[in-house]
């Protein structure tokens, strides 16, 4: 059966001399695995090989039980971001569509996390072309994390304590549920928790990492996010990504790119 959509490429490998196999992540259709036949030839059915991050209409064939679709038709748009500048910018990129190969399924369709996924991709291009400035990309890519998170079903818990929210204390009063996490004064995140810890929990969470009052009134508030000072989207990067590696179980390859030690 011919499918249409919608898609961005997320990972390309060669095949053979002439053909590749592409990962796209499809608006209709959630992330499928291509073969692209002839991708590499000089007269290239697709407008020469793809790469990754390009994204456009597709046709392909439904892989009715198979492990690959056969990808028929790619219009590819002009590319979003430019790989051969060797920059943050498109290492930032990679991750993403790193992430978002990791963490959603085949076939399993997230018309919005599409959307956001896009949206990251145009507004990194669009901050790279102004000011190009390290703490707007990290704004950028922590906010889109939070929606993949979000769209597949692992939202962190963020805006008050993971454990006393839970546990409710039999014959004790419960914890006043209004009170934000922002008012607490030494706030952990915990990847087992998946969230925010406050100091009376933290004990027994072996896994938390304790937050500054800055990185954690920002959790707390993602509204913070875009003009919050670049350390402070630094250390909540480099929570995210041990966290993301945590709940993988293996280790993401373009960590390395994103984090500055
Ligand atoms: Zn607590």
Do not use: W
Request: glycine share 4%; proline share 6%.
């Amino acid at each position: 059966m011919l499918t249409k959509d919608l898609a961005i490429c997320i990972r390309a490998i060669d095949y053979s001399e002439t053909s590749q196999i592409v990962t796209f992540f499809a608006r209709a259709a959630g992330k499928i695995d291509a073969i692209a036949k002839g991708s590499k030839r000089p007269k290239s059915p697709f407008d020469g090989p793809i790469e990754v991050l390009s994204h456009g209409n597709i046709v392909f064939i439904d892989s009715a039980g198979e492990k690959l679709a056969t990808l028929t038709e790619f219009q590819q748009q002009p590319a979003l971001i430019n790989l051969r500048n060797d920059l943050f910018v498109p290492y930032t990129c990679l991750f993403a569509a790193e992430l978002l190969n990791n963490l959603t399924d085949d076939y399993d369709p997230h018309p919005e996390l599409f959307d956001g996924f896009l949206d990251f991709l145009h507004n990194v291009n669009e901050q790279h072309l102004t000011t190009n400035q390290r703490r707007d990309i990290l704004a950028l890519l922590i906010l889109f994390q939070l929606i993949l998170l979000k769209e597949v079903g692992l939202k962190p818990v963020l805006d008050r304590c993971v454990n006393c929210r839970k546990s409710g204390r039999v014959g004790l009063a419960p914890p006043p549920l209004d009170q934000s996490i922002l008012d607490v004064p030494d706030v952990y995140f915990s990847n087992s928790a998946n969230g925010l810890i406050c100091r009376d929990c933290e004990s027994s969470f072996p896994d938390k990492i304790k937050l500054t009052k800055e990185a954690s009134d920002c959790l707390a508030d993602l509204k913070q996010i875009p003009d919050s000072a670049e350390k402070t989207l630094e250390e909540i990067e480099k929570v995210m990504v041990h966290h993301l590696t945590g709940l993988l179980g293996r280790p993401l390859k373009m960590a390395k790119h994103i984090l500055r030690n």
